[in-house]
């Protein structure tokens, strides 16, 4: 069974003070690994994909890495803006269906609550 | 791009009736779409997948006469909460997976807050 461990469950940072959030995951064939920010009353916003270990993708203040067992969100010299939960997903190979059919079904940590202070 | 839509945003009923709720992808096409149900301070438990033509494919432990789905086009699928008690109270949100290989990301719709009195 895919599993999906998001730490710390809650973060509190003063604006500037960087940090990282950790998703550590097990499955069977790792197809890809998202992150998702989530605000209070809405859905998730899609903010990365990530592959394969090594990979590294950034949007703005944010930088998502993957390892074989792990994914991390570095978060620099954020702003109150940036107060969120934070989702990590995963999704497994034999999830998708060949042939242009796509299953994909999502596996989702329980998200870390990140409050970034003025 | 890539955006979801759901109608309504939030809905209030009586116990006993039954309500729907829409997802409509607004930019793209979508073969497969996903419903989830979010408790407070909760992550996203995934209820059913729904694929364009199909039945619905769903998670162990989900009712299927009471959570139906449909998903007739492309671009819209819908989650019908039948004989609505107040413990189906929940935020539901919908998500769709654009067609075609290698785009495997699901985009999020906005939610609807269903409450049952």
């Known amino acids: 069974e895919d599993q999906v461990t998001q730490s710390p469950e809650a973060l509190r940072l003063q604006e500037g003070e960087s940090s990282s959030l950790n998703c550590s995951y097990t499955v069977s064939g790792l197809r890809g690994l998202f992150w998702y920010r989530q605000d209070p009353g809405k859905g998730p916003e899609f903010l990365f994909t990530l592959y394969s270990a090594g990979e590294e993708k950034e949007k703005e203040r944010l930088k998502a890495t993957l390892t074989k067992k792990e994914s991390f969100l570095h978060i620099t010299a954020p702003k109150p803006e940036d107060s969120a939960t934070y989702l990590c997903a995963v999704q497994a190979f034999n999830s998708v269906r060949s042939g242009g059919t796509s299953y994909g079904k999502l596996t989702f940590g329980q998200g870390t609550i990140l409050t970034v202070h003025p | 791009g890539a955006v979801v839509s759901q109608h309504p945003s939030r809905v209030i009923c009586k116990s006993g009736t039954s309500v729907k709720i829409e997802c409509r992808s607004l930019d793209f096409q979508a073969t497969t779409m996903f419903w989830y149900r979010q408790f407070p301070k909760q992550s996203l438990m995934l209820m059913a997948t729904s694929n364009e033509g199909s039945k619905a494919t769903y998670e162990q432990g989900v009712e299927k006469d009471k959570f139906l789905i449909n998903h007739a086009s492309l671009t819209l699928s819908t989650l019908t909460v039948t004989s609505a008690h107040p413990e189906d109270s929940s935020f539901y949100i919908c998500?769709?997976?654009?067609?075609?290989?290698?785009?495997?990301?699901?985009?999020f719709g906005p939610g609807t807050r269903l409450t049952v009195t």
């Open positions: 998500s769709a997976s654009p067609s075609g290989q290698g785009a495997y990301e699901q985009y």
